[in-house]
């Protein structure tokens, strides 16, 4: 933490203290760090990370203990800019897992995939592990055609569930802390993914680790992101809304949305109301 305050200023969002960095920054960053012997954590918040961190102390507490926050949402980097701050772009933890995986792969350094979509299961309920090997598995076999020099510690689809468990829970901390990876992408969803990198972090402190959420589906090809038009544009909720709306339409509709309209007008009254801060 002390590297990263040192070279600019955080920006003020919703609670949080947001990285005013590229996506080729913060890999330069971890990659600097990761020479030096140093891991780290990535928190990427989303409106809806902001919404929930914004009404639990105890959760903003927790994910200020980050070494980088960085905004993996458009309508934050908007809110960002009206208020005043310099946020340059929107870094995406689905975005962050390839250019991440790259970097690695230059120096043959490792990478723990866990999360994703269980293996498919017999009618008897057996899984076909070598027919079709699950989310987890498949994220990192494609993250290692695409990086040559990648090296994969290891991989895990733990069931829904398993961190409720203490024996479950420990099995799982356990296996990534035996493969000592540089880098660990864990996507279980927030924010049960960021408790169970609090749990590891001090096991393995020369690894980085990065809450992804949705990425290691989109990666293993089981979630099919929005094209980049709507990326770009900060529709690509709309696109996972079209194409999940019994799970989402309430959390996207009823509750991020005004979230997120609230935040952009906070954010414009304080930009008419406060005198413009040295921006970093």
Known sequence: MLHTRARWRRVPLGGLSVDPLTEAEVVSHVCSALARGEGGWIVTPNVDILRQVSRDPQLRAQLREADLVVADGT?????????????????AGSDLIWSLSRALAADGGSVFVL??????????????AAASPDGAYRAAAVLADDCP???????????????????????????VIDA?????????GFPRQEHLIRRLR?????????????AVNFVAGDIQRANP???????????????????????????????????????LHHRLTHRPAHRA
């Open 180 to 188: 000592e990876p540089e880098m660990v992408y864990v996507g279980i």
């Open 149 to 175: 020099g990648l090296r994969v510690a290891g991989t895990l689809c733990p069931p829904f569930g398993f961190d409720a468990d203490p024996a479950s829970l420990e099995a799982v901390c356990a296996a």
């Open 115 to 128: 999360g994703g979509t269980p293996a498919a299961a017999d009618p008897d309920g057996a899984h076909r």
């Open 202 to 214: 001090a096991a393995l402190p020369g690894t980085w680790f990065l809450g992804c959420g949705a």
């Open 229 to 267: 038009a709507m990326q770009k544009a900060g529709l690509e909720w709309l696109d996972r809304l079209a194409r999940e709306p019994r799970r989402l339409a309430r959390r996207y509709l009823r509750e991020d949305a005004p979230f997120a309209a609230a935040l952009l007008a906070r954010s």
């Open 75 to 91: 309508p934050l980097v908007w809110a960002a800019r009206l208020a005043g701050w310099n946020l340059p772009a929107r870094v």
